[in-house]
Each structure stands twice: as C-alpha cells, then as structure tokens.
C-alpha cells in the first residue's frame, strides 16, 4: 500500500490561488541573490585566509548562528516533517540525528580548534607526515562531495519546479541546473564571511516560520500534544504501528541493525562534514569553538522540536495518504499543513506557503554552496596552497575547483535525473562517518597514530564503503534501488556504517602498532598544541597537567 500512494503524484500542494506569490517570490529571491552576489564581488578582497575562515575574526554567536544554519538544511527543513508524517516513529528518530550530530562536535570542537588546522588534509596530518594525508583527504573530500552534490541539486531542482506549478522532468531539469549556477556564482566569488551571514540570517527566518505553524497547530489541540498524537495516529496509514519502530519501508525487511547503521552513519558523518570542520577551525579560539557548537546545538533542539511537531501535526491535519499522494518523500507536508492550519484564511495561507517556499530556496542555496566552498577550500589549500608563494594564486586555484565541482555535480545530475540516487546521500554520510571521524579520533586522542594507521584507516574504510555499498540493496534487488529490475547484492544492510566505522578504528589501530617510522612530530609537543591551543615556549618542560595555566598563543592566530 506504501509503495502505491507514494508513487501517485496527484495533489497539488501549493494550490492555484498561492501560485502567483510563490512565483514572484522565486523570482524575487534570484533576483535579490543576483544582487548579493554583486555586492560580495563589488568586496571582496584576494586574501586566503580571509576567504577562508575570515581571519578567524567570527564571533561566537555568529559562529553558533552560522553553524546551526549547517544543520537546517533543505532537506532538513522539507524531508524531516514529511518522513514524521509519513512514518512516525521511524521519522521521529531521523529528527533527533540531527542534534545528536552537534553533540558530537560539541566533544571534539576544543582540540580540533586547538591545532590551528582547518582543512581535512592539515587535520589528517596532525600525527601524519608527508602527501600522504593530503593525497588521502583529497580523495575523501571528492567521494563525498560529488555524490551529496548530485542529490542536492537534483532535489533542489524537483522541489522549485514542483513549487511553481511545473513538475515535469523538462523543467526540474531547468530549475536544478539554474540553482546550480547560482550556487557556483556564490561558492566561486564568496568567502566564509558572507557564507556566515546567508546561514546566520536563515536560522532566525527557518525558527519564525516553524514556530508560526506548531503554535497554530497546537492552539486547535487545545495546546495538547497528546490530543496532537491521537489524531497523528488516526491519521495515518498505519495507525496501530504509528508510533512504533518499523513502519518506514527502507528498513522493515531488514531487521534493527539496519536502523542502528543508518542512525551511527547519520550521526557521524554529520559531525564530521568538512564545512562543520572549517567553521570550526574559523573560530577565535577553542573555547569560542565549544561556545558555538553550544550555541548551534541550543538552536538546533528547537529546530528539531519543532519540526517533529509540524510533522506529527501534518499527519494529523492533512493525512498520511494525501501528502504521500503529493510527493513520496513527504518534502510538501509543510505546504500542506500551511493549507490545511490556515483553511478559513486564504490571505494567511497564501503568506505562510510563500515565506515556506522562500524558506526553502534560500536553504537549498546556503547548503549547496556551503559544501562546495568547503570542498574547495580543502583542495585548494591541501593540494595546491603549500605550492603557491603568492595568496592570489590560491585563490584563483580555488575559484576553478569550485567552478569543476559545479560543473561536474550539474552533469552528473542531469544525467541520472531519471534514476534513483537518493541513496548517493547515505553513501557521502558513510564516507565521512567512516573515512573522515575515526581518522579525527586517533589523530586527537593516540599518540601513536602515525602515517600508516592513516593510510590503512582512510583508504580501508573507503573500499569497504564502497564495495559494500555496490553490493547493497540500494543499487539492486529492491523497488528503491538504483536499479530495481537486477539483483546482485550480497550486503544484506542499507548502509556499509556498520561494517566500514569499526573497520576503519581496526585497520587504523592495526597499520599504527605494525609501523616502525619515526615521524618529524614531537608526540609530547603534538598533545601540548592539542590541549592548549599553541606551541610550548622553546626550552620549557612539556607538562600537560600545567597546561591549564599555560598561556594561549594569539587570539586570532594558529
């Protein structure tokens, strides 16, 4: 029954009497991009480390404000309520990944800020000497980023042509590739400053919206959450297993270690996303770090608070069948709950679907081209940065990589625009689950974790990805699979996580002990920047249990 309704497609979730708003402020929001745009080009200035982390002069309420904006993310903001709606339970347990994610971070934000380091191959080479972890990160950053661009456009792309009354394969087509130009404009042409801003400014928009409709909604419960679940329940397709675990079909068949792998790769590989990495390293200092990852962790509980209640809320108002009817992967629950809350009000409804539609561009626009710059800045300083005396150099470097980047993932999007690839996000959240944090662990936490333990960590755990992944039931042998009519998975699971992050601590801890090399660090001198934020005066005894007292090295500095 699941797979019927959500296959159908026959509700319009906007409606005709909102098209003309939501139209207008598509255009308007291009038009107003276009002008930031200029403004930022009118600006900018050649610097890396400006362009960068912006001198490492953030705030930490900006910081926190921008580093929560990471977190709600279009996908987020559309897909979340709509997975609640449709699934329950299930839902419910992808909203809560997404604070748990920031937990994480909140753990390993100090020590990370602490290095001075803030590209993937600076931090793989915290323990490790030579290319070799600069090759290795290069080769992470474009498995993981390439995929979650080919998703990202692509949904972005299938969203706006649904929002302006054209949901046909021309006009998704049309509608991704000029979002992807607009994210390569930004990405190619921004630093990590305006970047701050576009996200800092989304989160108190994305709050206001979401809390309009929860209390709208609450309000005609009689402010009862339980009544709100009752009728969530009713309202559903299943209402005796609404509130259980097993409902989404991806993971029925499959038993709890499948949940449990999906959970630990989304949760992980999260916290490990390289633009969270660079956001951190952009801090002032370690302790401004953990502030704003307290701070972005405080705005992202409300968030998923009230995302789940706009997903119970639109089961209980719209119905289970019809927002699967609309759109299968529940993105047009919030549209439809905007109809639905203000039904004797069309001139409210027509602004709550509006400010939602605007809502959601610009989260598509802030997301998309938050990843790209951080992959390019990865690149570019890791592979190209330590070649280059002058800093304009660097920075042409990085505006072509982000120019290759968009152009690739556009190509690749509109070429698999009829496939399934939905799958491509779980896999770029494996990568780094599993190639990107137990490398992060072992550099932060063992002092003999060296280049070999590298090597074998990173390398390892991407050939188990990818292997694993070939070989699931995500590519072949289901209706959801890349390829449903053939079967040749052998990898029972939907997600390599489980199998991939175990192995990556294993082969990283294995290559580290067998290794005999002799690294150009000093460990005692590593685990003194690691705890205290700079180097030890020369001469001084290296004692970590004084380093407490020690002094910081430069505010803004490494």
């Not at 921008?66 to 992808?94: C, K, N, R």
């Not at 397709?237 to 959970?263: D, R, T, V």
């Not at 630990?264 to 990852?293: E, K, N, Y």
């Not at 580290?512 to 180097?535: A, F, L, M, Q, R």
């Amino acid at each position: 029954m699941f797979e019927e309704i959500l296959s159908a497609g026959v509700v319009d979730p906007i409606g005709a009497d909102a098209r003309r708003p939501v139209v207008v402020a598509f255009l308007l929001f291009v038009s107003c991009s276009l002008l930031w745009l200029f403004a930022i080009v009118t600006n900018h200035e050649a610097s890396p480390d400006k362009l960068y982390v912006a001198d490492r002069r953030l705030s930490p309420v900006l910081n926190g404000f921008a580093m929560a904006g990471e977190q709600m993310s279009a996908v987020a903001f559309l897909a979340i309520p709509g997975a609640i709606a449709l699934f329950g339970y299930d839902g419910f347990t992808v909203a809560i990944d997404v604070a748990l994610a920031l937990g994480v971070m909140l753990l390993l934000a100090q020590k990370i800020r602490n290095t001075g380091r803030y590209t993937l191959g600076d931090l793989f080479g915290i323990r490790a000497t030579g290319s070799a972890p600069r090759i290795a990160a290069a080769l992470v950053i474009l498995t993981l980023t390439l995929p979650a661009l080919i998703v990202q456009l692509r949904a972005a792309g299938i969203s706006a042509s649904l929002l302006i009354g054209f949901p046909t394969d021309e006009v998704e087509i049309a509608c991704t590739i000029l979002i992807g130009l607009l994210v390569a404009c930004f990405a190619s042409v921004g630093d990590l400053r305006g970047l701050t801003f576009m996200q800092a400014v989304k989160v108190p928009l994305t709050l206001t919206a979401l809390a309009a409709i929860t209390l709208l909604v609450l309000g005609r419960f009689g402010w009862n959450p339980a009544q709100l679940l009752a009728a969530a329940e009713e309202g559903s397709l299943a209402p005796e297993k609404y509130l259980s675990p097993g409902l989404w079909p991806y993971w029925n068949s499959l038993g709890p270690f499948n949940s449990i792998g999906q959970h630990m790769v989304a949760v992980l590989g999260a916290a490990a996303a390289p633009a969270v990495l660079l956001r951190i390293g952009a801090s002032r200092s370690g302790q401004a770090a953990r502030r704003s990852i307290t701070i972005a962790t405080t705005l992202v509980a409300s968030f998923v608070i009230m995302v789940i209640l706009a997903g119970f809320a639109a089961a209980a108002l719209v119905g289970s069948a019809t927002i699967g009817a609309s759109d299968g992967n529940g993105q047009a629950s919030l549209f439809l709950l905007s109809s639905a809350a203000f039904d004797h009000n069309p001139s409210a409804r027509v602004v709550l679907i509006t400010a939602i539609a605007c809502i959601a561009f610009f989260a598509v626009l802030t997301a998309v081209t938050s990843m790209t710059f951080a992959a390019a800045v990865s690149l570019a300083h890791d592979l190209f940065g330590r070649r280059r005396s002058h800093g304009k150099a660097e920075v042409g470097t990085l505006r072509l990589i982000v120019v290759l980047l968009c152009t690739v993932g556009l190509s690749l999007s509109a070429a698999t625009h009829h496939l399934q690839v939905e799958f491509l996000i779980n896999f770029a959240l494996c990568i780094g689950a599993s190639c990107i944090f137990p490398a992060l662990v072992y550099s932060l936490f063992w002092k003999r974790f060296n280049r070999r333990g590298l090597v074998w960590a990173v390398y390892g755990a991407l050939f188990l990805c990818v292997t694993l992944m070939f070989f699931s039931p995500e590519v072949s042998g289901s209706p959801y699979a890349l390829w449903p009519s053939v079967d040749f998975s052998w990898y029972p699971f939907q997600t390599p996580g489980l199998i991939s992050v175990p192995g990556a601590f294993l082969l990283g801890w294995i290559g580290s002990i067998t290794s005999h090399e002799v690294g150009h660090h000093d460990p005692e001198e590593i685990e003194y920047k690691i705890t205290v934020g700079n180097y030890p005066p020369r001469g001084a005894a290296l004692r970590l249990e004084d380093a407490a007292d020690a002094p910081r090295g430069p505010r803004h500095g490494r």
